[in-house]
């Protein structure tokens, strides 16, 4: 299974960080323009179980997605997975770690398996990688100013 990982550090305490990821809203507004992510259902505050629907567009299609969040331990670890969506398998497992000197080091690991079908064709694994770049830059740059001290 394609497994794509990133590790980014900011300056702010562990606890705020994880404030922001927990809220669904600001895990949408984290996302780059071009998705056009919207959140369509889904708690104000995650906990272990919360479920969360987006919809989204790329590739020309329009996508929806539902995911649980199957491990939660407040301050350090989210994990989500896929339970309706484009692709086969998805499971993103984030963990939030004092930096050494101070603020927060969050750790981002996604394995996925692309869509089949027609979808499969354009959103193969390399794809897919592409556009995860692109969106965790993305992100960093929100993060850096959300994250500011």
């Known amino acids: 299974m394609p497994r794509f990982e990133r590790t980014e550090t900011y300056p702010a305490p562990p606890a705020r960080a994880f404030a922001l990821f927990r809220r669904p809203a600001e895990r949408v507004r984290m996302a780059p323009p071009e998705l056009h992510l919207q959140l369509e259902d889904g708690p104000n505050d995650l906990a272990l179980g919360s479920r969360l629907t987006v919809r989204g567009r ?23 997975e896929q339970r ?30 692309p869509p089949g079908g027609l979808l499969g064709r354009l959103a193969t694994a390399e794809a897919i990688r592409r ?19």
């Open 58 to 80: 790329r590739w020309g299609v329009s996508q929806r997605m539902t995911t649980e969040f199957t491990a939660f331990e407040d301050g350090v670890l989210i994990v989500e």
């Open 84 to 113: 309706q969506g484009p692709f086969r398998a998805w499971k993103h497992t984030q963990r939030f770690a004092a930096a050494p000197g101070g603020g927060v080091c969050i750790t981002d690991a996604i394995e996925y398996e």
């Open 131 to 149: 556009e995860l770049e692109g969106a965790f830059a993305f992100r960093a740059l929100r993060l850096t100013r959300l994250l500011a001290p």
